[in-house]
């Protein structure tokens, strides 16, 4: 069996391994003090222009997107996200746990539109019962998105501007931030984004890492005191370290990007693989994510050897998804080819 | 200038005046251990068929809708609702607030569907990632609902009945809840009201008292400390009497049928004047808010002697609100229909 | 059986009442926007020195102290209190519910210190874990005390400047501040008062009103978007000018203090009688709460024409409290120092 | 420089080292549901005689600790800790957080008292204003304590009855619970204890894992939709294996056990060296942490060589902490003894 069902079924990058068995009796302070931290901070930095007491290190992606939302809004606030974003369908909850509302609006492909999000910023600001209203003050999108799709430069900028018009901000979730980074979509690098946004993170659990989130703060005044967050949250790791090796292992040499890149080559020939299968898509996807339409005989064949997940339906075909990752080897990917040809 | 824009203009029934009045001197105890309340939950009681220990006072509508929530809900739980709920759009997210979702389904005429109710639990169960999803475990109706319109019992006890096949559970917002059973469409009494539900409350503020819900929890689990609940939210008023003797006006003797018939007898002739000055309606309300299709002259030229509300737009016309109450006069609607009729 | 267990065992001072049937039939807007709400907040904005826009009408006191202190602090944030204060003991862990623990500090006669309040920044500013401990950032105090003492404006003037020399705030809960002004140990107006914290509330619950606290926000930061969040803790009355017209009666003339004074001068008369009677005190109070120290005889006695709370314990006898307030008549009094001269 | 500053110094025990290396390309579906984890389940269920449904890993102390807590409350319940307790004072306040007040009482040494906490549950009961107060309905103990202490089977019983005498719980905080069950003061095995408490966890993260905390949850009511508590509080981990792997390795053979009792071991020698240098202490400690009380001098001498944290003052002395792990060597143990000797 050969899994596809997610871009988190294998461990971390083997350099990452390596380093952690390197580094195992070094003796550090917690909590992310230690140097190993420092110098995954100074990789980062360098790169996204933002000074590196505004990087974070954390566990997991729900957690960073509740530490960090719940930082950034007063009680009766609430925060922006397309209809399919994963604080508003697959985190239990969790934004709503710290007593915020995610106000949902539709989405095209799993992207949120700019007029759409002036016009909800601008709806709320006119009614005259406002005060009986969630206050809309920070905007949330998934770069990529859970749709396999990217945002350009321009398009985030627009959100962006749009926030910043009405006294709201922007965060990015980057779980698979590399991924979108390495699709031929892409139109930016990581300084540009922080140039456009209030904080975003950059996924480790989906991309090489055994788990960890960069989390990168650009608006200062967000930053404030963001540790206390994290500790009172759960996501400060006693062993700070290991997150600090993680990320300085994947950002000293771009690790991260070059895995990146291998994924979403992977991933491109999974889909012409199901193209000259003659399988239409749910959605094109230029990322690590594919969403092929199948028959019941094609996935009764396929579920043999593959594991994949169930998406949806569209034109009486069944929608699945198949993940690529930085784990994905040329032979699996083989393997897939030879069956959607037989 | 007379307003129709909302139905809580006024004070209260002068028979509560007048009791608060005579009653102003004696020496109760607190926090609704006093006889008035005892009094009024008898009354309620038996009308009701539920415990007098299962009935509650609280001061306001926003705030007895999250307190039974917050209580009824485990903390991963959340409440269902249709998009135009009182809880959804016109309580500055107080139920978020109390750590849960609230799950909008889309309504028609502002009623929730149980096939539609239905079908959110069957997904939810049938979801492979559940446990990352919130889990739906009540029921939210308003009675009348925000759009005027009624649920007939047997639409009730469908929503009831899905609610209990999948472990859930139904409650009831009665804001306007004297005014829906004073409807043509209402075929139920609050009894057999009882009987298709795990709690409602009976609005005290939209119909005849100064303030206060009483809340009727007919699911005894429910019921288990709900004292607590109230005094943490902020609902146990100290002068808990002033409750009691409201209620113990409104129903000893039935007055808050009476007055609620009134009102919808002066909403139909709101409604009638309008139809006859060829206005069509957003929607068809039976009960005491009517939503007229006015041109702009039309709206320019009533606003000038009266009150009422934007509601929204339908067919290029501008939907306003009149609302009538328990207050409203006859003098004040033949004004209506004169200047309707002019 | 004349009722001395608290200062809520009647309605409201006639005049309310009188004011409340004489508005009945006014048609206003809702939610604190009408003119009583006007009138009533430049009264009290005079006294202040307090703009109107920063003062704000709730129905109760645990929803007063538990919407201030979640609008001033950041969810990691916490609020120090007296062990003996409200928001610690009788609240329900009302605070708490909105994400924030109260910070016990031992007090004195139910007081706070300010060098016991400055020692508890330091101590958390100090300690090189301070992350992991929960940020002190508002003080609140009781005045009068629940322990019936008064702060001087001296010592809260301490506690304030300790406050807000490590970035913090002070917010005072008046739910009984009439009877503390009418205290001969009181050395300030309502003015210096409000030179002396960020936030205060005026009690009306227990000083003549049904209900209701005006809440006077001094920092202007700390009211920003203020009644979003009265909205969505429930403290947003729809007939929002029944708080209105009973500050306006309270605070047109100066009733609030005439009435407050009267209490007091009652509750002298009682501590005088309990003396007289060779009683000593759990602990002095110069305000309308007595709590003398009752042998078993003498509360049996007493049990059988006067209700009254247990309080405590010292010295081998039993506290009890004794409350006056604004209803308090000469005659009950009388009939105590009867009873007590028997 | 030698730490002696905490227990979570260094990495994990080599053997997960390596088994996580060997395990890292193997396909593996995510959130805890993979072989490891049963097998680590199934481990550590024969110990504890608690069915593997009832075993979860969580990612750190804190998370544990307040997902166990908000699971196990409903809203206006508190739980009780003693005022040393690490929820209560080096957690950011994240119980409260949650919504919940920590009620503190007074311990000794570290510990609550069965009689304190039987009065506690008496006092609440008793008091006719019980609405008004947090109710409790969880006990929280640390095993070993925060200073080191270690409960006997028969005080975590005492403190277990009283706590289901009045429908509460007791949960047990096993952060450092291999150092207690190494320690000569011990008196039970981990089935022994599943029968005294409702939940405890046993502490990976300090105990020779990377991370991770195993949770058992004894009473089979408090374990429903557990995981739904899991995946909301940011602690379900996506690669769960990773925690499956170090259970795994941990339990497999005993090697929890082993590496807990060379840590203590250490800290007698710890102990015992302090004891020669004729130091006193805070306070006795049979496990891995010693409290030795030292002179200015003495602290000078030591810190140029070992790291240590500032515990407290006593008798005029300050004390200093000093933690032995898994990964102390005797070398470093013979460093310090040499250094005391001087």
Request: overall charge negative.
């Amino acid at each position: 069996m050969i899994r596809f069902s997610c871009d988190y079924s294998e461990g971390a990058h083997p350099r990452i391994i390596d380093r952690l068995a390197a580094t195992n009796f070094e003796q550090t302070p917690g909590y992310g003090t230690d140097e190993h931290c420092d110098a995954a901070r100074g990789y980062i930095s360098k790169l996204c222009g933002v000074p590196t007491e505004r990087i974070h290190f954390l566990v997991g992606g729900t957690q960073t997107n509740f530490t960090l939302i719940a930082a950034a809004l007063r009680p009766y606030e609430g925060v922006i996200a397309a209809e399919t974003g994963h604080i508003n369908v697959h985190e239990t909850g969790a934004v709503e746990a710290t007593g915020h509302k995610v106000i949902a609006l539709p989405g095209i492909d799993g992207k949120l539109n700019a007029a759409a999000v002036e016009a909800a910023f601008v709806d709320h600001e006119n009614d005259e019962t406002h005060e009986h209203i969630v206050k809309p003050a920070l905007v949330y999108i998934s770069e990529s998105t859970e749709a396999g799709t990217v945002y350009s430069l321009s398009e985030i900028k627009a959100i962006y501007d749009a926030a910043h018009r009405h006294g709201a901000r922007l965060y990015i979730d980057g779980a698979r931030l590399g991924y979108a980074m390495a699709s031929s979509d892409c139109d930016f690098d990581l300084k540009q984004l922080a140039g456009v946004c209030d904080a975003f993170y950059i996924g480790g659990t989906k991309v090489g890492a055994l788990f960890g989130e960069a989390l990168v703060i650009v608006d200062e005044t967000l930053n404030r005191d963001f540790r206390y967050m994290i500790k009172q949250r759960g996501g400060m790791l006693a062993k700070g370290r290991l997150l600090g090796i993680q990320f300085e292992t994947l950002f000293e040499d771009g690790l991260y990007f070059e895995i990146s890149k291998h994924a979403v080559a992977m991933a491109m020939r999974v889909r012409d693989a199901f193209k000259s299968a003659g399988c239409a898509f749910f959605q094109d996807s230029s990322t690590n994510q594919q969403f092929p339409l199948v028959t019941p005989e094609l996935k009764a064949r396929l579920a043999k050897d593959f594991a994949f997940e169930h998406w949806g339906w569209k034109d009486g075909l069944e929608a699945v998804r198949f993940c690529t990752s930085w784990a994905t080897t040329e032979e699996q990917v083989s393997a897939l080819e030879r069956a959607l040809r037989a």
